[in-house]
């Protein structure tokens, strides 16, 4: 991001989304065996938090984003079967890289997740192609990689170094 946007915006990126879940262990067991995640925090699992209506949060590293899920409060319908680019278009995007796409849909295939693509885009545009899918909970998510890879810049870790 340029000197000049960060001035302008007062922001650097994007720095996690939450997203509610049906079932955390579920949740947990996709991002991290089917995606890649790492398990990284997790805040308000004691009943007294519950009690007091706190939301149940558990966080995971995908690449250089954090996300964080919380425990539905309330139902969630599911959307249908068939749908895999989200209600109204909404969708969590990740950029990859070309090879960790590739990765991705392997993992889709072998633990059986239906999905959508790749569907490519337009030659001239940056991004190559996306994959879109469902997480166990219905969330709608995107994973695209960029012809413009090698130019972006990736310098944010939420991990501790080893």
Request: proline share 7%; net charge negative; with cysteine.
């Amino acid at each position: 991001m340029s000197e000049e946007m960060i001035m302008t915006t007062g922001m650097h990126s994007l720095n996690h989304t939450a997203m509610p879940v049906h079932d955390m262990a579920a949740a947990e067991a996709f991002y991290c065996d089917v995606l890649g995640a790492t398990a990284h925090q997790a805040t308000c699992f004691s009943l007294e938090d519950v009690k007091t209506g706190a939301a149940i949060f558990k966080s995971f590293v995908i690449g250089d984003f954090l996300l964080a899920l919380t425990v539905a409060r309330n139902s969630m319908d599911m959307p249908p079967p068939d749908r895999f680019r989200g209600a109204h278009g909404y969708r969590h995007g990740f950029q990859v890289s070309r090879a960790r796409f590739d990765e991705i849909r392997a993992a889709l295939d072998a633990h059986r997740v239906p999905y959508q693509g790749p569907v490519a885009h337009p030659e001239k545009g940056p991004f190559g192609a996306s994959l879109y899918f469902k997480d166990p909970s219905g969330n709608f998510l995107e994973f695209v990689w960029r012809r413009d890879e090698d130019a972006l810049p990736r310098n944010r870790s939420y991990l501790s170094p080893e």
